[in-house]
């Protein structure tokens, strides 16, 4: 599958590490804002082997018609920031490609924007692009449906310097009508990312929890959620609807 | 809902103690091989007020006809032996009692009788009959399902004295294609019970958890399946069966 | 060693049952301030084997003085409550009978009190009187002493009824000056007691955790240090006392 | 304090990362066996801004007395393989340089040099020289010496394509008088390494658990030695000789 990566920071570069070396797909190039590194290869920077063209290209004054028709992909990856939808949506969708965006947070003019697009083409957006957390979040709420009673609340852990709430954390409560002071948030040392739904029930408790090693894990959920696109027809997509075929195969 | 007991152990007495004090459950009797208690209340035996009659009934020599006429119920709960079910089960059938079966082990012939029961009233047969452990089972074979390559290891904890690996660990190993050396076994101090399923992923962990903390999770699995169990044409039900609802729902 | 017990609640209750099948201590009365049980014997009320005698005695018009003429015990353990200490401290200390109180809070009064006491006989204090959570702060404050820059945090999960910030993280907390803030609470289901301390270090987490299972915790808690004080001579003791004869074996 | 390091391969690097980022240390040469990266800076091929010299010396026919006669240094660490040792040892010693050795396993003759090094320098050799670790490693016979009879088990976990059973656990099973078998070992996806170690009481459970981030811990570990043994005098230290002063001062 022919990729092209928007956003080279520290996500952007996990993700294009892990989809460099995965064989059924391509990196053909990245789009980012920051000047630095145009024109050399992902692989080169990254010091990865591999023979995706990867070619790193800057956002500024970029003509993205062009760019997509000289460059052709299947699929578009976002992990920029929340105005990069403006800059390559339109001539994306208008082309039929697949956009894929794990931005955290969009305005109500982006999800608008997303809506539009996903007219004329399949459109995913995720804000944790996880296998993980997307799980969590679903077999949690499932939990809580089966027992709608119980007692429910969060720890997120991160290291110190990370500010604010954990979003992952905040769209759990959300998910599961937990008030945001049962979210417990705990800021130690380089602790990465370690989430827990605790299920206090009467007699026994039950703990989901998600442990993040490093950032490489969106570029595997984004692979996922790549895959799992491959049959789709055009539309708005999130992260539980991919899970959903797998329930109707585990209900039968 | 009148309900009436098979077993009076460690677990029938915990299962009872729920019982008596659930509104919508009367407990009516207890039928239990050991002659002590005989003719007691279980509420009086376990020092909880509670209206219902729970009148302990020596197993020896009884007719359980006479009993289901005299007493009747409209499910029967068993915390007993796998014997218990050839002393009760033909006859709460024909009278089309439900049947609700915990026992940990039944070989064949038991196997065999409960399907033969099951053509004339609802059975419902599950080793554990606590709603955390069987929706860890179910949460973990659909996470298996969505990533079929993960790696997947269990770790149960138990007092020390307890022997042979846990039953719960082994239906879970089973459940999962988890060989038997993956299974790491704790024997120490009081710890009740604590089952981790650890789902090993290249860039993230998940864990779920489950922690027992007394045997009285044991009645308010009871208790679920009862009430889930009442709209149920007869047939032979497992704590599966219960759960696929709430997915359908869930999807939904 | 002859034992007394002031208070029988769920607490004493529990420390009763230890002592009483412990075959080094004696149960020789029960003094409680309410008027039920007395008379009886404890191992009957409880229902556990013991020769002990354990007779429960009603706090009410009670001549301390003539009980301990009459029921002569080694130590005394105090589980009731702040007011305990001046029903029978001055008449225990005279007799140079130990005293092992495991009182929660105590104002200035009962303080100054205990100093007095000392001065004629051995008097402990603990708070909370488990050797795991002492354990669990003094291993803590030796942490933060070898990394005094390491970032700290507390989780304190109890059942959601409990009231309040657990007195056992509020004096962890001051021990190792962790902000309040930085004391995370969780009230969910039954959770029995579970106390985590967060080391967060900028490449490695250290937790150390203790878990309650039942308020029979505290009675060999008791035990410990009963045995503990058996050579110490008159003076006032807290935990942190006992813990060091094994830190200089620890050293040699 | 200058320093050299022995071994460049992925934790002499991330040892020496985090030597170039302390101002307190300067990292002056690197000795390897590998012949590649000869004369690069550590700094220029780890990507990290820093004035230290950092050279990348290879080790084939190389003059260790000459080495350090033109490069002096205060301290050696050492993170190559068992034989390193006598490549450095005699020449490093016998100018007084401090030699730290973080070797993970060393055979009699090795052991033997150290001995003799140590008349006439400071030699220190851990295995592990993380600071977590090795306070685990404290902790936990400190708490077993408070309580001589209390079950114990170990739990470690890594990534799924790591060899043989950690030698952490088996070093701390040794130190506790865990059985082999009581080292469970779990083997999952990429989870850097976990230790648990688990105290088993008859109604509390404490559990003490480390968990890696990142190999950097080694260099954090590295300085805290260093930094530790600045005012010895000669001899042969390891881990706990280090800690013993930090457990003096914690007594008073």
């Given at each position: 599958m022919k990729t092209a990566l928007i956003g080279f920071g520290r996500a952007g570069k996990a993700v294009a590490s892990v989809i460099l070396t995965n064989p059924d797909f391509k990196l053909e190039w990245i789009l980012r804002k920051r000047p630095s590194l145009t024109g050399r290869s992902a692989s080169e920077v990254l010091g990865i082997e591999s023979d995706d063209p990867?070619?790193?290209?800057?956002?500024?004054?970029?003509?993205?018609?062009?760019?997509?028709?000289?460059?052709?992909?299947?699929?578009?990856?976002?992990?920029?920031?929340?105005?990069?939808?403006?800059?390559?949506?339109?001539?994306?969708?208008?082309?039929?490609?697949?956009?894929?965006?794990?931005?955290?947070?969009?305005?109500?003019?982006?999800?608008?924007?997303?809506?539009?697009?996903s007219k004329e083409t399949v459109v995913f957006w995720s804000p944790n692009i996880t296998l993980g957390i997307n799980y969590l979040m679903f077999a949690s709420r499932f939990l809580q449906k089966i027992a709608p009673w119980v007692d429910i609340e969060i720890i997120e852990q991160h290291f110190k310097t990370k500010d604010g709430i954990s979003g992952t954390a905040v769209k759990l409560a959300e998910a599961l009508?937990?008030?945001?002071?049962?979210?417990?948030?705990?800021?130690?040392?380089?602790?990465?990312?370690?989430?827990?739904?605790?299920?206090?029930?009467?007699?026994?408790?039950?703990?989901?929890?998600?442990?993040?090693?490093?950032?490489?894990?969106?570029?595997?959920?984004?692979?996922?959620?790549?895959?799992?696109?491959?049959?789709?027809?055009?539309?708005?997509?999130?992260?539980?609807?991919?899970?959903?075929?797998?329930?109707?195969?585990?209900?039968?």
């Amino acid at each position: 599958m022919k990729t092209a990566l928007i956003g080279f920071g520290r996500a952007g570069k996990a993700v294009a590490s892990v989809i460099l070396t995965n064989p059924d797909f391509k990196l053909e190039w990245i789009l980012r804002k920051r000047p630095s590194l145009t024109g050399r290869s992902a692989s080169e920077v990254l010091g990865i082997e591999s023979d995706d063209p990867g070619k790193v290209i800057s956002a500024s004054g970029v003509d993205m018609e062009k760019i997509l028709d000289e460059n052709p992909v299947d699929v578009i990856i976002d992990f920029s920031s929340e105005e990069g939808i403006h800059r390559y949506g339109k001539a994306a969708a208008s082309k039929g490609i697949r956009i894929i965006s794990a931005i955290s947070h969009y305005g109500d003019s982006e999800k608008s924007l997303l809506r539009e697009l996903s007219k004329e083409t399949v459109v995913f957006w995720s804000p944790n692009i996880t296998l993980g957390i997307n799980y969590l979040m679903f077999a949690s709420r499932f939990l809580q449906k089966i027992a709608p009673w119980v007692d429910i609340e969060i720890i997120e852990q991160h290291f110190k310097t990370k500010d604010g709430i954990s979003g992952t954390a905040v769209k759990l409560a959300e998910a599961l009508d937990v008030k945001p002071a049962d979210i417990n948030v705990v800021r130690a040392g380089g602790i990465v990312g370690k989430h827990e739904v605790i299920f206090g029930f009467p007699y026994q408790t039950v703990r989901l929890i998600h442990e993040s090693i490093s950032r490489e894990a969106f570029g595997n959920g984004a692979i996922f959620v790549a895959q799992n696109l491959r049959d789709k027809p055009k539309g708005l997509y999130n992260f539980e609807d991919l899970l959903h075929p797998y329930f109707n195969d585990h209900l039968n």
